[in-house]
Each structure stands twice: as structure tokens, then as C-alpha cells.
């Protein structure tokens, strides 16, 4: 069995958001294209950086190794997928981050409340 996780591709983290990665927007783009053309996978999935309250994950002063800047807030259009990005092949939507740093998209949880280990390990039974 296949699964796919796109991990963050977000628009904070793309040109233009307060986190921004060079490349960012053409790999959401790239991301869509090989959708397109591998549409072979069993389960895609994404992980989404989305913060509520994150304590001092966010700093006016950030080290950008344990403190950043307010990046990924929930109900900001930061925290949604850039455009670029085709989601109409994700099945699930795993969130993290939202009391604090997260950093594996395994610490994340659906809207139902599952963790995103919880659909590793469903995999792997298949």
C-alpha cells in the first residue's frame, strides 16, 4: 500500500508569508502536477502547522531554532494550503502545533481528534 504525506505547504511558509521558503509556491505547484500524473497512491494525506496559543513557541525576538515568529495562526490565511496546491486528493487534514512547537507531522491530529500515528499504523496493517 502507497500513502503520501504533503507536509505543510501552507501559505506562511511560501513567498510572501511571515515564515517564508524560497520555492516555496513551485512546490505547491510541483506537488499538484505529480498528483496529477501518479494518482496511484492508496491514502494522501496532509499535515498543516496550525497554531492557537503556542506559548513562547512565538517570540518577538525569535531564535528560529525553538522560538519563531507568529507564523500558521489559525483562522489566518496564513495557516491555509497556498492555492498552488491541488487538494482535492487529500483525505485527511492532520493539525499540530496548536499549544506549542511542532515539528514531526506525526504529533498531529485530524478535525476528529486522530492522531496522524493512528493512520501510520492503519496502513501498515493494510
Avoid at 511560501?14 to 505547491?28: D, F, I, N, Y
Amino acid at each position: 500500500m502507497r500513502a503520501l504525506i504533503i507536509v505543510d505547504v501552507q501559505n506562511d511558509f511560501c513567498e510572501g508569508g511571515s515564515l517564508a521558503v524560497t520555492g516555496g509556491a513551485a512546490l505547491a505547484r510541483a506537488i499538484s502536477d505529480y498528483l496529477a500524473e501518479a494518482a496511484d497512491y492508496h491514502h494522501v494525506v496532509a499535515t498543516k502547522d496550525f497554531h492557537i496559543d503556542p506559548g513562547d513557541h512565538f517570540s518577538g525576538t525569535p531564535d528560529y531554532s525553538s522560538s519563531w515568529p507568529p507564523h500558521c495562526v489559525s483562522g489566518t490565511p496564513g495557516a491555509d494550503f497556498h492555492p498552488s496546491l491541488d487538494t482535492s486528493a487529500i483525505e485527511a487534514v492532520f493539525y499540530k502545533g496548536a499549544y506549542t512547537g511542532a515539528y514531526s507531522g506525526f504529533e498531529g491530529v485530524d478535525e476528529n481528534g486522530h492522531a496522524t500515528a493512528e493512520l501510520a499504523a492503519a496502513t501498515r496493517r493494510r
